[in-house]
């Protein structure tokens, strides 16, 4: 979390607004490549699975799959969330730090 603002300082070279933008922007971009690349595995996990257990028993089985998948976005929006909002908190400035 911390290199969001090291990386942020850099970026913006001194100025308060850009610092807090950079910070607020790069935390969410960071964010949504971790929802993207855990929702894909998520995804290709409950379909393997899916499929493993289609062979075992062939019944009516999907039905329930569809609802675990939404469940498990959730989650996992509600966990990158939680550290975007963080990141965001322990990263932004109202001051100048003066060095």
């Known amino acids: 979390m911390q290199r969001i603002g ?3 300082s850099k970026m913006s070279k ?11 922007l790069i935390a969410c971009i960071f964010s949504f490549f971790i929802f993207l690349f855990g929702g894909t595995s ?12 289609h062979v075992l028993r062939p019944d009516d ?3 329930g799959w569809v609802h675990m998948f939404k469940i498990c976005l959730i ?3 509600l966990v990158v969330g939680a550290f975007n909002i963080t990141a965001i908190i322990k990263n ?3 001051t100048k730090n003066k060095i």
């Open 61 to 63: 089985f999907h039905a």
């Open 14 to 24: 001194g100025s308060l607004a850009s610092y807090n933008l950079y910070v607020i």
């Open 6 to 8: 090291i990386a942020a």
């Open 42 to 53: 998520i995804l290709l996990i409950i379909f393997l699975i899916s499929l493993i257990l």
């Open 75 to 77: 989650i996992l929006g």
């Open 92 to 94: 932004i400035q109202f």
